[in-house]
């Protein structure tokens, strides 16, 4: 079988930054707990670099086009407990690069103590700017750059979540990764997983497409802090932008990305009762931690669609796991531990 596009995705840069291909395993305790459908896990929390994460998959391709760039430090942002940017000064320490972070807390403040991610990232030597400024972050971006600029420092921009039509690579070849392992599954009806800055859900799409799994495998993506229409909107302009940087003539229908933005609680990173369930679920059925902020919110959301009945017995839906756990230690109050 050729695989439209697959050619020019083979010649793009990248760099080894992730342990792959993660594994696919059952989830039989959680499945017959729930009495709904056949559950699977997508282990992308063990790809490696520096606890795991699905950024790990984007900055295979952003960091080569750093190189490429003959960058020296790279520049990213993110909320104060970003995984990406947590994934990212990992990367830049292994392929010898420097690493400036944004990120946001209130009032541009530094957390009283460093846990989390945050201790991650300064124990990986990234040197990090305190902001209050929200994504996309574009003026202390900027400012940052111009500083590292009159240093005489070649820096490159990656961008907030590495969403971008060259970072959603990661998970087109993430998605031809997973259709090779349906050996192991099964034929899947359905891939749930979190979606926030879009190019998770964008290269799983153009991935689905490349697959020839569009209209089979139902790709539903749990948003964790956008409403439908925006997460949906930039998720088609970002599988749009990945096919043409594949040569595909081929453009999404508007009505295919499936954004479902029931989950969104109290707002990005507020845990509830749906995620300290989620998370206590897959912790004590199948030994499994998920993050409070992504995976923790997006089981939940599955959780309760099988138990709406969306999913049932006798499908076999998967469960991406993005990520994310480092995240736990700076939750503690939040999830009631
Ligand atoms: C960034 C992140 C996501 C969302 O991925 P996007 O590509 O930004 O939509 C999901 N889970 C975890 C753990 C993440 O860090």
Not at 71 to 77: E, G, K, Q
Not at 148 to 158: D, P, R, V
Not at 175 to 192: F, K, N, R, S, Y
Not at 295 to 311: N, S, Y
């Amino acid at each position: 079988m050729t695989i439209p596009g697959f050619t020019q995705l083979e010649k793009l840069p990248r760099v080894h930054l992730a342990h792959l291909p993660t594994p696919v395993e059952p989830l039989p305790n959680l499945s017959k707990h729930l009495g709904g459908p056949e559950l699977w896990i997508k282990r992308d929390d063990q790809t490696g670099l520096a606890t795991g994460g699905n950024k790990a998959r984007k900055l295979e391709f952003l960091m080569a086009e750093a190189l490429e760039a003959r960058a020296d430090t790279v520049i990213t942002a993110g909320s104060t407990q970003s995984n990406h940017a947590r994934q990212t000064a990992a990367g830049a320490a292994r392929l010898g690069l420097g690493c400036h972070l944004v990120l946001y807390a209130p009032e541009g403040k530094a957390p009283q103590h460093a846990t989390g991610n945050v201790l991650l990232d300064e124990l990986l030597g990234a040197v990090i700017h305190w902001t209050d400024e929200h994504a996309p972050f574009t003026e202390t971006l900027a400012r940052v750059s111009g500083e590292l600029k009159a240093q005489g420092k070649t820096a490159h921009l990656i961008p907030y979540g590495g969403s971008n039509p060259v970072g959603m690579m990661g998970f087109v070849t993430a998605v031809l990764e997973l259709a090779g392992q349906e050996a192991i599954t099964g034929p899947l009806d359905a891939v749930a997983y979190a979606s926030s800055s879009g190019g998770t859900q964008s290269g799983m799409i153009l991935g689905a497409h490349m697959a020839g799994w569009l209209g089979r495998v139902r790709l539903v993506g749990i948003s964790v802090d956008e409403h439908e229409k925006i997460l949906a909107e930039r998720v088609a302009g970002l599988v749009n932008g990945g096919a043409a940087l594949l040569g595909l003539d081929w453009r999404i229908k508007d009505d295919v990305p499936e954004v479902v933005d029931s989950y969104l609680g109290g707002g990005y990173a507020v845990v509830g009762d749906p995620e300290r369930e989620a998370l206590r679920l897959l912790a004590r059925h199948e030994g499994i931690l998920a993050d409070p902020v992504y995976t923790g919110r997006a089981l939940a959301g599955l959780i309760d669609l099988i138990r709406l009945g969306e999913f049932k017995a006798g499908q076999r839906v998967l469960f991406w796991h993005t990520g994310g756990s480092a995240a736990l230690f700076a939750f503690g109050d939040a999830l009631g531990l």
